[in-house]
Each structure stands twice: as C-alpha cells, then as structure tokens.
C-alpha cells in the first residue's frame, strides 16, 4: 500500500483541529471508501502524526459463532464478514465513548480481528491505547452509504446475488442494516471522508495488491486461484460499493482518487 498522501493527511489533521461538533471530547472521524483505497493507511498516518487512535471497522466484526447464528437465522451470506450487519456496532460505540472519556492514565483495549481464522483475536491479543487521543479516526467501507429503494433491490447485479440470493432477501436485510443502525452510527461522527475510487473494475487490482503485500510478493506473481477468490469474495460488496461511487453516500469531504490511489483535488 505505500505511505499516506501527505495531503491527505493534512487534511485529516485540519478536520481534527476544527473539534467536535459537541464542543467536548476528541473529534470522531470516519474515513470510507471502496476495498485498498487506502483508508486504513491514512487513518493510521494521521492518528500518529496527530495524536490520535485508529481503529478499523473490520476490528469490530462479529464473531465467527454470531455470524453462523445469522446465517441460520436470517440468510446464509451473513456467515461472510463484511456487508452491513456482519459488524458489532454496540461494541464500536462503547469504545468510542471508553476512548473519549478517558483519563490520562486510563488504558484502553483495542480489539482486534484475525481474517485469517475469521474471528476474533483473544482479549490478551489486543492492542492497548494510554489516555484520551486527540483525535478517533475510524476507517469503515460503508460507513455513510445511503440506503436502496425496494425496486432497485430486485435485480442482482452479479452472480453471487443471481445465484446464491435470487429472491433478494439477503441484499434487502443488508439494506435494512443500512438505512437503521448503520445510519443512525454514522450519524454521530463529525466528519466523514470518502475517498472516491474512479470507477469499481478497479476495486480487484486494488484488492489484489493488498493481499500480495500480505504476501510480500509482487502483485503480478499473485496466484490466478488468489485473485479469482478475491473476484468473488468483492461481489459481497459490489452492490453498495457502486451506489457510493454513483454518489449515494453522506461525506462532509469527498477526494477524488485515481487508478493508483492518487488524490485529485483536495479540499483546503
């Protein structure tokens, strides 16, 4: 993935200077964006820089034993962590509420999620965080996207929603996940940033680079089994990915990215 556009950090670093909107606490910011857009990287550049913490959506997934109770309960999909719904929000909010409130010498766990095991890191495993940060910067994909209307949930728009959610109640729980908790939590940062991929086709390559960085490979040496398995595993979020980038979504900042992640114009 490379290091954070300086720019772009920058302008986390401006947003982090104007507070929060409550006028007590640090500020509560989201950077959003399409699969290895980079939102990660820069939310981990500003917290250092700035003084304040990171923390990923997908820290927060929920366990793999929640998820199987999903699946049986309301759709098989829901065992793939995530689309909306497959997050543990109550415990997000917790943390931000543990984080702002801290005292100096407060320590915070940090939870942390293995993809490899698909599940939750054991509590011993988790990152720990002294005092109150300045700032609480959270990367999160969907975090903002505006929810569907039922007609446009009626046609798949990939294989995996034609074949393995053909009478669409999979995609409208996760809409229902969009338009309730996803969009009340949402509603409670103060600011959301979203870096705008060009176009979705390059979501793969993206996603792709990353994995071969997990790899510490090339990403041309990336087995073709490996990126046919990430081709599937992005329909999970095509559908809400592409209404983003349609503009379908509640950001205070929206940067412009090119096809290697580069900002264009950028908001003073």
Known sequence: MGRADPRLVDLIGRLIATGSRAGVGPPVIAIVGAQ???????????????????????????????????????????????????????????????????????????????????DRRPIR?????????????????????LPEDEDGLAEPVNALERDRDPDGAWRRAVNGFVAGSYADFAA??????????????????????????????????????????????IQYFERITRRMLDGRVIAHTVVPLDRDRRPGSIPE
């Open 36 to 118: 290895g857009s980079g939102k990660t990287t820069l939310a981990r550049a500003a917290a250092e820089k700035f003084g304040g913490v990171q923390i990923s959506i997908d820290d927060v997934y929920l366990t793999r034993a929640r998820r199987e109770a999903m699946a049986e309960e309301v759709h098989p999909l829901f065992l793939t962590r995530g689309p909306p719904g497959t997050h543990d929000l109550r415990m997000l909010g917790r943390l931000i509420k543990a984080l702002g409130t801290a005292r100096p010498d407060d320590k915070t766990l940090l939870p942390d999620f293995d993809k490899r095991g698909d």
């Open 188 to 233: 409670r940062f103060d600011a959301i940033v979203f870096l705008k991929a060009p176009d979705f086709d390059v979501v793969l390559d993206w996603r792709s680079q990353q994995e071969a960085d997990l790899l510490k490979i090339p990403a041309s040496r990336l087995p073709q089994a490996e990126r046919r398995r990430l081709a599937e595993f």
């Open 125 to 145: 495993e988790w990152r720990v965080f002294e005092g109150r940060p300045r700032a609480i910067l959270i990367d999160a994909w969907c975090l903002g996207a």
